[in-house]
């Protein structure tokens, strides 16, 4: 199969390159797909770009979200079939013309391969860090970095529960933070300041959805750091902050999000779109790190 591979870590466009490869298969518990959109998430150029520790090695594809329809379904899993359109996470690389998920949700008829192939991380970190929380309809969360892949969803998921919602951008994504429901600030220095000025009456929790320092702001506003939860932040454990990085209960979650989709309570608007030779295009971009909603791959 076709597939964007690298051999060793580094700068994504220097050792990224589309090369033929062995087709991967569904094991036990997996499916595979024929993948028509991948999503790209800033986890992927950290690994590539040797961040997240670990060299390649043995060629690797990159990529965690996809989008596609099942060919193959691995021993023991039930409630899919082949031809079902999914999504979700690959464990072999989603960069590629097939990719072994092991864990999905059916694609809602009503949503493109494109929006699909970029929603299974964010769908899931999202319903993950206000599960963490465990806010009540009504109260007032605050969510950092709301204009991006994982903010966005977190926004709409905590709207669909009732919750107020204040949602950090930068300049230029106010209204768009704004059209998904929330009340938008810009995020950086005097957060705390300018929360305080929309929610006088205080605030309930808070998500750190960016990882540029917001948690000391967070922690002052709701009082307490154990109702606050980072992604991105992993020193902030030292205040006593929640930093999330996954666990079980995936497919669960992003089936959630994937309702929402259906019912057209939540939008996620794709930035672009590359085909897989442009794939080291597509991480810089996501590197600079103000990409609003979604960048996709076409494998
Ligand atoms: N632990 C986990 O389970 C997990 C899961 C998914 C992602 N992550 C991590 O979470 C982070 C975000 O992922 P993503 O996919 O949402 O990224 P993304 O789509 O690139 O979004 C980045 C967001 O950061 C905002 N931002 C930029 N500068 C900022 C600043 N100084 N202060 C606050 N916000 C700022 C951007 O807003 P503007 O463009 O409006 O400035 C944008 O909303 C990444 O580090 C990723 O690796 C962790």
């Not at 597939?3 to 518990?29: F, K, M, R």
């Not at 949700?105 to 899931?124: C, I, N, R, Y």
């Not at 465990?134 to 969360?141: A, C, E, I, Y």
């Amino acid at each position: 199969m076709r597939a964007a591979v690298y051999t060793e870590t580094g700068e994504p466009s220097d050792v990224l390159s589309v090369s033929e490869i062995e087709e991967p298969h569904a094991g036990p518990g997996q499916v595979r797909v024929a993948v028509r959109a991948a999503g790209v998430n800033p986890v992927d150029w950290k690994i590539v770009g040797g961040m997240m520790g670990g060299s390649a090695g043995e060629p690797k594809v990159p990529g965690i979200d996809a989008a596609g329809v099942v060919d193959e379904v691995g021993e023991g899993v039930t409630g899919v079939r082949v031809g079902d359109a999914v999504f979700g996470q690959a464990a072999t690389g989603s960069a590629a013309q097939y990719a072994v998920l092991s864990a999905w949700a059916q694609k809602p008829d009503a949503a493109s391969f494109e929006v699909a192939g970029g929603l299974g991380v964010a769908a899931e970190t999202a319903v993950r860090v206000l599960d963490l929380l465990g806010l009540q309809p009504g109260q007032t969360v605050v969510v950092d970095g709301a204009s991006g892949g994982v903010g966005g969803v977190t926004v709409q998921v905590a709207i669909s529960r009732g919750l107020r919602v204040i949602g950090t951008a930068g300049e230029a994504n106010q209204d768009f933070v704004r059209s998904l429901g929330a009340l938008p600030t810009e995020h950086g220095p005097g957060l705390a300041d300018r929360v305080r000025a929309l929610a006088p009456e205080g605030v309930d929790g808070g998500v750190d959805t960016a990882g540029r320092g917001s948690v000391r702001d967070l922690v002052e506003l709701t009082g307490d750091p154990a109702k606050v939860v980072t992604i991105a932040d992993f020193g902030a454990r030292e205040l006593g902050v929640q930093v999330s990085t996954g666990g079980a209960g995936q497919a669960a979650r992003m089936e959630q999000v994937a309702d929402l989709l259906a019912a057209g309570r939540l939008e996620l608007p794709i930035a672009g779109t590359f085909p897989l030779e442009r794939i080291g295009e597509a991480y810089a971009e996501s590197r600079a790190g103000h990409v609003r909603g979604k960048l996709v791959l076409l494998p």
